[in-house]
Each structure stands twice: as C-alpha cells, then as structure tokens.
T-cell receptor
C-alpha cells in the first residue's frame, strides 16, 4: 500500500517565480493538509482540504493557495516566491471522519524541498 | 498565544533510557502527539495522549499531565536507529496541531 506520495522531491526556483507541488494521499484517506517545515523547526500548518474545499488555514499569506481534486490528490501553489519560502513542504493525509476529531493521526509524505535563490 | 517548548538536542548512550520533555500552551486542548522524524524523511506517528497518565507501547512510552501542560516521551533500551528528531504537537480547540521545533536525539555507542 503506497503511503503519501509527493512530487517533486527537490526543486530550485528564483525569487518572484511560481511553484506547484503535488500530493497523493494514502489509499483510503480523503483529507489532505499541507505544512511548511523550515530547517531545524517544526512543521507550520498552511491549510487543509476536505471534499475539494479549503477547510482550515494557518497564518500564511494569499500567495499560498491550493486545490484538491476529486481523486483526493492535492496541489500547493506558491506565487511570487521569496527567499524565506525555502523549506521542506510536507503533505499529510488522514481519513475524513478522523480529521475533525482529537485522535487525528496524520500520515506524512517525505516532502518536497524547495530552495529559492 | 500558542506555544510548544521542547529541548533542542539531547544525547544518550545505546541501551540506556532517555526522557524528552514537552510543555505546551494552546487555545483549548484535544490531545498531545509525538512524531519521530529521521533526517530527510517524513515524520511518523509515535503516540497520542488525551487523558492524564502513561501510555506504553513497546520501548516507547508517553506521559501527559493536562493540569501542568506537560508531556514526556520515554525511550527505553535505546538503539542507534532511534537517532532522530522527536516532534511534540498539541491539538488545539480547532483540531489543528501546534508543533514544537523538535528535539534532536543523538545516540552514542
């Protein structure tokens, strides 16, 4: 059973460019959350998608946007890249019925490492 | 504000026991999670506590005191493969996880 898969694994962009990151959730999971993890820091919540809608959002600017497709896969888009956007971007999935309860165990992908020059 | 505190780095010896502490302040509380993250890899779930007390799972145990806003992860019979970062995360009233910066655990032979 494939877990959460993310692509690309590594990418380099320059300031001002735009990037799209992709995520396929674990089989049976329909909720996808995106996190930004700077080096030496814990993950910071960006947003969560369920039933193709953004359900919750963290403290990130509108340059960060996303989408969820009918097959539950998701994309994270970042516009007008800044040097500070350099980080590991993690996608995590969970079953919908669990996503809004306390015992919400997330399954993470290995992440997409973005470097902005 | 919401905040999670845990030590930045700890060192322990193979075969020994280590306790990683975590204190939290959140708007509401719906549980405390511990995840393990090896360098360059995805975080993987270790434990979840919502009630006070100790939860034991093999070599790993996790403790929670809600009144003190405190948790710890106890690792016994340390193995070299336990070298990793250990992330503490508290779930707030909106069921969102607030993460600590992680504790890098170094195991020495």
């Amino acid at each position: 059973d494939a877990g959460v898969t993310q692509s690309p694994t590594h990418l380099i962009k320059t300031r001002g460019q735009q990037v799209t990151l992709r995520c396929s959730p674990k089989s049976g999971h329909d909720t996808v959350s995106w996190y930004q993890q700077a080096l030496g820091q814990g993950p910071q919540f960006i947003f969560q998608y369920y039933e193709e809608e953004e359900r919750q959002r963290g403290n990130f600017p509108d340059r960060f946007s996303g989408h969820q497709f009918p097959n539950y896969s998701s994309e994270l888009n970042v516009n007008a890249l800044l040097l500070g956007d350099s980080a590991l971007y993690l996608c995590a999935s969970s079953p919908g019925e669990q996503a809004f309860s306390g015992a919400n165990v997330l399954t993470f992908g290995a992440g997409s490492r973005l470097t902005v020059l | 504000g919401q905040n999670i505190d845990q030590p930045t780095e700890m060192t322990a010896t193979e075969g020994a026991i280590v306790q990683i502490n975590c204190t939290y302040q959140t708007s509401g509380f719906n549980g405390l999670f511990w995840y393990q993250q090896h360098a360059g890899e995805a975080p993987t779930f270790l434990s979840y506590n919502v009630l006070d007390g100790l939860e034991e799972k093999g070599r790993f145990s996790s403790f929670l005191s809600r009144s003190k806003g405190y948790s710890y992860l106890l690792l016994k019979e340390l193995q070299m493969k336990d070298s990793a970062s250990y992330l503490c995360a508290a779930m707030d009233s909106n069921y969102q996880l607030i993460w600590g910066a992680g504790t890098k655990l170094i195991i020495k032979p």
